[in-house]
């Protein structure tokens, strides 16, 4: 049977368990399991994203989807100005009161499980940042937008597999040494993803960094 989309997914999943009585289950629960597992353990060239940021105040939200910085830097007058991460507690340290300026610092906090960045010193006008991060893949849904994506278009086992071993702990009376088996499916695809991703990204080249943009590395020699 094909997988190829959202419907196909629930369809081979509900065939894989023989039952016909789990639709809610198979789309809120074992997909999305899968999808939150894979989001958390995956990171892969498909989940990059660079995104401007305007900083003109002391705290910005991340981007939706957001899960780790990869790069951050300021870009003014053809200039990089990279901003470097410290800890929460540093950066109140460094901050020198009321002091403002280009932020040279940034880090991560939350504010009633809403992430945000906080930059030091707090500037002083508006600068444009360039932030290069991992970013979540979409959940499948029934709209014609999301009814697939990477994951599902290249590795559909890791979707299948992964939604199997969850149903398992759903399900009673699943054979353990089944259980076993679909977690292993599901692990075996998940490092297939990863080792194509390093494949395809690097090959047998050289790695070689190349830019036409100036950046101003005084931050670090001066530290």
């Given at each position: 049977?094909?997988?190829?989309?959202?419907?196909?997914?629930?369809?081979?999943?509900?065939?894989?368990?023989?039952?016909?009585?789990?639709?809610?289950?198979?789309?809120?629960?074992?997909?999305?399991?899968?999808?939150?597992?894979?989001?958390?353990?995956?990171?892969?060239?498909?989940?990059?994203?660079?995104?401007?940021?305007?900083?003109?105040?002391?705290?910005?939200?991340?981007?939706?989807?957001?899960?780790?910085?990869?790069?951050?830097?300021?870009?003014?007058?053809?200039?990089?100005y990279p901003l470097e991460y410290i800890t929460p507690h540093n950066l109140f340290?460094?901050?020198?009161?009321?002091?403002?300026?280009?932020?040279?610092?940034?880090?991560?906090?939350?504010?009633?499980?809403?992430?945000?960045?906080?930059?030091?010193?707090?500037?002083?006008?508006?600068?444009?940042?360039?932030?290069?991060?991992?970013?979540?893949?979409?959940?499948?849904?029934?709209?014609?937008?999301?009814?697939?994506?990477?994951?599902?278009?290249?590795?559909?086992?890791?979707?299948?597999?992964?939604s199997l071993f969850h149903s398992s702990n759903f399900i009673g009376g699943i054979?353990?040494?089944?259980?076993?088996?679909?977690?292993?499916?599901?692990?075996?695809?998940?490092?297939?993803?990863?080792?194509?991703?390093?494949?395809?990204?690097?090959?047998?080249?050289?790695?070689?960094?190349?830019?036409?943009?100036?950046?101003?590395?005084?931050?670090?020699?001066?530290?």
């Amino acid at each position: 049977m094909a997988i190829s989309t959202y419907t196909e997914l629930k369809a081979s999943i509900a065939n894989w368990l023989n039952r016909t009585d789990l639709t809610d289950e198979i789309a809120d629960d074992f997909i999305k399991l899968t999808e939150a597992d894979f989001n958390a353990k995956l990171r892969i060239r498909q989940m990059e994203q660079i995104d401007t940021v305007t900083i003109d105040s002391e705290t910005e939200t991340v981007p939706t989807g957001f899960i780790s910085v990869r790069s951050f830097y300021i870009l003014s007058s053809s200039v990089k100005y990279p901003l470097e991460y410290i800890t929460p507690h540093n950066l109140f340290e460094i901050r020198g009161g009321s002091r403002s300026g280009r932020p040279r610092s940034y880090t991560l906090e939350a504010d009633n499980e809403t992430e945000q960045f906080r930059f030091g010193p707090s500037p002083d006008t508006t600068y444009t940042g360039y932030l290069s991060y991992y970013k979540n893949f979409e959940s499948l849904s029934s709209s014609s937008a999301n009814s697939s994506n990477y994951i599902l278009t290249n590795h559909p086992a890791i979707y299948l597999y992964g939604s199997l071993f969850h149903s398992s702990n759903f399900i009673g009376g699943i054979d353990a040494d089944q259980k076993q088996n679909w977690l292993a499916m599901y692990m075996s695809a998940l490092e297939r993803c990863e080792q194509n991703d390093k494949q395809d990204a690097y090959g047998g080249a050289p790695v070689t960094q190349r830019t036409d943009v100036q950046t101003d590395l005084s931050f670090y020699r001066n530290r």
